[in-house]
């Protein structure tokens, strides 16, 4: 008994002797990813979708000159497209201001149109005004004239009716675009309570080996939050450089700060089974004594 243990013995501590010398290269194969579930209420197509998340793989793959990530149909980390309730507000958002411009404009156009019925309308008061006063000067008008005035009289009588009409109807129009621009101002008040609850446009979880992507703003902001997530997947932290990808808040930067490819280089540094072995009962003894 006593020799089978000096054996054991001895067995273990040859192999942690040589795993001081078998290395492991943490990068030496790129995470394969698959799209999961795309919300159709976004609107993109999956071929734009896998041009998003190549520029976001260049991104970390240019700088170093090593494939990190790789699309494969059948990888086991899944990328998905949530749509949540920050999306909805944002496409909302994007829609009033739509209809706002729109409606802005054909009040624009109203406004001037009416401007210059109303100026037409004062040259021909003036105009009859005038004449009217030139008749009266002479003691009065000819029969047929007056009775032409008097149809003139009646003519701008109804232009005023028409135009005070219009006036009332712009004044409408122009309530209900102000009021537009309330329930904008409105639903972006909401957009940012929403965004101060929940900042991240993405989210990576390791338990399911995951990515959402929660809402899209713009192509650059997109490729930047698949790219921070790339990150993470990888094994990357957080950096306090506001310029990094690896920034904790999203931006439209898409390129990788020195500090970025600093942090993957060191992620990827070739390693013993030993440390390997170090660092996990390092971390175990770390979870349990919290």
């Not at 537009?180 to 991240?200: D, M, R």
Request: glycine share 6%; charged share 20%; hydrophobic share 35%.
């Amino acid at each position: 008994m006593r020799k089978q243990f000096l054996v054991f013995v001895l067995l273990l501590a040859s192999v942690l002797v040589a795993s001081r010398y078998i290395y492991i290269y943490p990068c030496a194969q790129p995470i394969l990813y698959k799209i999961g579930s795309v919300d159709p209420k976004f609107g993109v197509k999956e071929d734009q979708l896998l041009k998003d998340l190549k520029s976001a793989e260049n991104i970390w793959e240019k700088p170093t000159a090593k494939n990190i990530f790789d699309y494969d149909p059948q990888g086991p980390l899944t990328v998905n497209f949530v749509y949540d309730t920050r999306q909805a507000l944002k496409t909302d958002i994007g829609q009033q201001e739509k209809n706002l411009t729109s409606q802005n404009q054909s009040l624009d156009t109203q406004i001037k149109n009416y401007e210059t019925q109303i100026a037409q309308f004062k040259k021909k008061n003036e105009d009859l005004n005038a004449e009217i006063a030139k008749w009266n000067s002479q003691g009065g008008a000819p029969p047929d004239v007056y009775d032409q005035l008097l149809i003139r009289q009646k003519d701008l009588q109804q232009e005023a009716d028409r135009l005070n009409q219009l006036a009332k109807s712009l004044n409408q129009k122009t309530g209900n675009y102000n009021a537009g621009i309330l329930k904008i101002n409105n639903t972006i008040q909401t957009f940012n309570q929403k965004l101060s609850v929940k900042p991240e446009e993405g989210i990576y979880d390791s338990g399911t080996n995951s990515i959402d992507i929660f809402f899209i703003t713009d192509k650059n902001e997109l490729v930047h939050t698949l790219a921070h997530e790339f990150g993470h997947a990888r094994g990357l932290g957080h950096l306090d450089d506001p310029q990094a990808i690896m920034y904790p808040q999203t931006s439209t930067t898409i390129t990788a700060t020195p500090g970025d490819v600093t942090s993957l280089e060191n992620v990827c540094a070739r390693r013993s089974y030993w440390e390997v072995l170090r660092s996990g009962l390092l971390e175990l003894s770390h979870a349990i004594n919290n």
